[in-house]
């Protein structure tokens, strides 16, 4: 996980997030499951689907956290399958490894990973990407170290546009959330997470930016009302990047 420099309010820069996944990490999943009213878990799951990812598979999951998607991935590939978790905040490592100490949970920026090119058979992100410092150039390594024929995907929560959803969302997310913050005691996070979402590109331009990244095949799923999409695209055999 990176993020943008604070170029406007509510951003933050990359050291700063990093602290930020670093205090939350106690008490991340908790909150993830009070604000998702648990369907996060259902909403990893279909981009688990989206991996196209069986028995024997190869997946790297870039900003873990505390390992969620990893974890529904090693369901998928099983136990001659590799699934790697990378993440920059320590913490969420920490309670990523005590969740599922079978699997590599490993330190890394999303926007230089440490792996060859060509390396996994999915790269997939998780709720995750709009704490990239530089979106292109995140989705570009995620793109890079996929095979030929492999698929990146990328879980996000996304602004819906019509009520009454679009107005049940502004007031949960700038209303609601932040209390959430305060109660946990860390209010700049519970604000910042909220920010970073109205940051956050609509689906049709994600999709476009998953192809300027050299993805084929690009297509996206909204769910929950249009606050969810999965996007997914496939690494052609001549990568175009």
């Not at 969420?92 to 100490?101: E, G, I, N």
């Not at 030929?148 to 997310?173: D, N």
């Not at 998953?210 to 997914?232: K, P, Q, W």
């Amino acid at each position: 996980m990176t993020t943008e420099t604070a170029a406007q309010p509510g951003t933050l820069e990359a050291p700063q997030v990093r602290a930020m996944f670093d205090r939350i990490a106690g008490f991340y999943d908790l909150l993830n499951s009070v604000m998702t009213a648990g369907l996060h878990h259902k909403w990893r799951a279909r981009a688990a689907d989206l991996a196209a990812v069986g028995p024997g598979s190869s997946v790297l999951d870039v900003a873990t956290g505390t390992g969620d998607l990893a974890i529904e991935l090693a369901g998928r590939v099983g136990a001659g399958g590799t699934v790697i978790g990378s993440d920059f905040s320590e913490q969420m490592l920490v309670h990523a490894r005590k969740k599922a100490p079978q699997l590599s949970f490993e330190w890394g920026d999303a926007l230089a990973l440490s792996y060859a090119d060509d390396s996994y058979d999915a790269a997939t992100v998780g709720f995750g990407a709009r704490n990239f410092a530089d979106l292109d150039q995140g989705l570009r390594e995620m793109t890079r170290v996929v095979r030929p024929g492999g698929q990146v995907v990328v879980l996000e929560m996304t602004t819906p546009t019509k009520p009454p959803l679009s107005t049940f969302f502004r007031i949960w997310f700038d209303r609601v959330v932040p209390v959430i913050g305060k109660v946990a005691g860390d209010s700049e996070a519970y604000e910042y997470l909220p920010n970073s979402v109205k940051r956050w590109p609509g689906p049709h331009d994600l999709a476009g930016r998953l192809s300027d990244a050299g993805l084929v095949n690009v297509r996206y799923i909204l769910t929950a009302g249009g606050i969810i999409a999965m996007h997914v695209g496939e690494k052609p055999a001549a990568s175009v990047q």
